[in-house]
Nanobody, 124 residues
């Protein structure tokens, strides 16, 4: 069992930056591939980024490539999502998730553990 807690969300103007963090308790994060998802009101949960257990491989949804960077610090049991050049369409609740599937899975069903989420609002 692993508990995930996100932080770092907030209100930012378009073009600004935010850094999300996901802290884990209960088990070491190095056992899991990690992902970030987002969900806007009335929309389905959307894959944003994933990182492999070692951090060697990453994967992004096309809409955030070049703007977002996922990273992990296994020694600190944390995962981060650096978000730059934010756009109003990035507004959503962002959730951290852990997967027992190796690699960089993008499907929600691959992830067995989820945090509660942190709100990101980008104003135009």
């Amino acid at each position: 069992q692993v508990q995930l807690v996100e932080s770092g969300g907030g209100l930012v103007q378009a073009g600004g930056s935010l850094r999300l963090s996901c802290a884990a308790a209960g088990r070491t994060l190095s056992m899991y591939s990690m992902g970030w998802f987002r969900q806007a009101p009335g929309k389905e949960r959307e894959f944003v980024a994933a990182i492999s257990r070692s951090g060697e491989y990453t994967r992004y949804v096309d809409s955030v490539k070049g703007r977002f960077t996922i990273s992990r610090d296994n020694a600190m049991n944390t995962v981060h999502l650096q978000m730059n050049v934010l756009k109003p369409e990035d507004t959503a609740v962002y959730l951290c998730a852990a997967s027992s599937v190796a690699g960089v899975p993008s499907g929600t069903r691959s992830y067995g553990y989820w945090g509660q989420g942190t709100q990101v609002t980008v104003s135009s």
